[in-house]
Nanobody, 122 residues
Framework: QVQLVESGGGLVQAGDSLRLSCAASGGTSSSYAMGWFRQAPGKEREFIAH????????RHADSVKGRFTISRDNAKNTLYLQMNNLRPEDTAIYYC???????????????WGQGTQVTVSS
């Protein structure tokens, strides 16, 4: 069973960039499709992006398209989310997730990290 640990969150100003990382252990990350989700206070968990096992196919939510980019380095068992031009509405806890197939629903993914907080001030 794979364990996922996110890092890279923090407090930034609007317009800044952050890169989140998700390190996988206890398994081979290339065996799993991976995704990023986020959850703001009082809101449901929201799909951000997903990537296929080999990294050749990605999908991004409309709310982040053109600003965020998902990628992976299977040699390092690490998933990334590059976030540019951050906005206050991007403030949330960001989670990485792994599963057998990419999807936009959280229920597709059985494996989750503990989350990393991203706060964007105006």
């Amino acid at each position: 069973q794979v364990q996922l640990v996110e890092s890279g969150g923090g407090l930034v100003q609007a317009g800044d960039s952050l890169r989140l990382s998700c390190a996988a252990s206890g398994g081979t990350s290339s065996s799993y499709a991976m995704g990023w989700f986020r959850q703001a206070p009082g809101k449901e968990r929201e799909f951000i992006a997903h990537i296929s096992r080999g990294g050749s196919t990605t999908r991004h939510a409309d709310s982040v398209k053109g600003r965020f980019t998902i990628s992976r380095d299977n040699a390092k068992n690490t998933l990334y989310l590059q976030m540019n031009n951050l906005r206050p509405e991007d403030t949330a806890i960001y989670y990485c997730a792994g599963g057998s197939g990419p999807g936009t629903r959280a229920s597709v993914y059985p494996y989750w990290g503990q989350g990393t907080q991203v706060t964007v001030s105006s």
